[in-house]
């Protein structure tokens, strides 16, 4: 009995330091994702000292004074620190803009914003830019039951009859270039109707923020503009759809002097997040600014709508890492394959030649198969497989399959 009485005071002892440890820890925690891990990691020991505290006897707990003292003084100092905890998740005055529900809340419910940011961040000439719009369905449910569903953040057209898709990609793969090509050509033709000319379609635009390094070769560059255009004479390019990428990772306010109002987007979907605790002036004296500053203010969600908000980001780590994860052993996995196999064809050939042919055939044949491998292991996962589509570039039939 008294080496349980020995180990509870030791145990109690230390309690509360590893409360504070882990604590601090967090708080200094440089990163939202490493913060809210040591916020779990605290959490758990928490209650794992609650229940190996208070789910013994009483008297096995507190025979005596000085043990009962321990107890209050751990008691104490474990209130203290759980307040505290509280009141440093409270703390965050901002939500971050780029989470999927605090992009929607600023673009796809209030129109003046929404008009404004694409007015700052499109190649509109003056007497073409946006002067009223419409939200569309983010959802554009094809026609045929077998051809692709796909669904955008936001969807709207304006007054001159033109229609803008605008997207919030956390993370980058080759894929979702493919997938704005897609979403902006199926939003071109799909107003079509039989009978129509072609005269009567529209010029579509879709904009794809992106809070990762899409293009490294262009290491300066974070605006990227695509237009179908002549190769050899670029200036001649073909009107009906444009596709505009904007890497915020590139973005530095000097790198855009003559739009003002793009800087000011930029920065508010950059520098704005849970460890903000004033605003720059120059924002906050501009009206539209001010506005999307006020929709990200905590204050302005339900505890509900904070949980999903948490629980965005924690499936963005997770889907992140399980990404680098999958595309490393597949691509390992497949290069190995399609080497051996490019390498035995040009064996077979004899020549120089065709063994480079062979190898770059096998090179493309084992890519293919690493994305499989890649898709099956995130289906074992129990990856949704809209996001495994999206992610590969398989369509969902062929995922269903595997």
């Not at 879709?206 to 237009?227: G, M, T």
């Not at 915020?248 to 979907?269: A, E, G, N």
């Not at 903000?276 to 709508?305: F, R, W």
């Amino acid at each position: 009995m008294l080496k349980n009485f020995v180990f509870l005071n030791i145990f109690t002892i230390f309690a509360p330091i590893i409360d504070f440890v882990l604590y601090f820890s967090s708080l200094k925690a440089k990163s939202f994702e490493v913060g809210k891990s040591f916020s779990n990691l605290f959490s758990f020991l928490r209650k794992m000292i609650d229940f190996t505290l208070f789910s013994l006897p009483h008297s096995i707990i507190s025979p005596n004074k000085k043990n009962c003292f321990f107890l209050e003084k751990q008691e104490i100092v474990c209130n203290f620190v759980l307040k505290e905890q509280k009141k440093g998740f409270s703390m965050a005055k901002y939500l971050d803009p780029k989470a999927d529900l605090t992009f929607k809340k600023v673009f796809g419910e209030q129109k003046d914003l929404l008009q404004s940011f694409l007015n700052a961040v499109l190649p509109l000439k003056e007497d073409t830019e946006i002067e009223s719009l419409e939200y569309l369905s983010p959802e554009m449910v094809p026609e045929n039951p077998a051809k692709k569903y796909s669904i955008v953040d936001v969807r709207c057209t304006d007054n001159h009859n033109r229609q803008f898709i605008v997207e919030m990609q956390m993370y980058w793969t080759e894929d979702f270039l493919q997938r704005a090509l897609f979403n902006t050509s199926k939003a071109y033709v799909r107003p079509l109707e039989k009978g129509d000319g072609y005269d009567e379609l529209r010029q579509v635009y879709c904009v794809s923020i992106i809070n990762d390094i899409a293009f490294p070769n262009l290491k300066d560059e974070f605006y990227h503009r695509y237009v179908p255009a002549n190769i050899e004479h670029p200036e001649n390019t073909i009107k009906g759809f444009e596709t505009i990428f904007l890497e915020l990772p590139k973005f530095r306010p000097s790198s855009v002097s003559d739009k003002k109002m793009m800087v000011l987007w930029l920065r508010f979907l950059t520098e704005i997040n849970e460890q903000t605790k004033e605003i720059p002036a120059e924002m906050l004296e501009n009206e539209y600014i001010s506005k999307a500053v006020g929709i990200v203010e905590q204050s302005a969600y339900t505890d509900a709508q904070r949980m999903a908000y948490d629980k965005f980001w924690d499936e963005i780590v997770s889907e992140r890492t399980l990404m680098k994860g999958y595309f490393r052993q597949g691509h390992a996995e497949g290069r190995a394959e399609g080497l051996v196999e490019g390498l035995v064809e040009g064996e077979k050939k004899g020549l120089a030649k065709g063994r480079a042919e062979g190898l770059a055939e096998g090179l493309a044949e084992g890519e293919k198969n690493g994305i499989i491998k890649t898709a099956m292991n995130m289906k074992k996962e129990g990856l949704n497989i809209s996001i495994i589509a999206k992610m590969t570039g398989l369509s969902e039939e062929e995922i269903s399959k595997l």
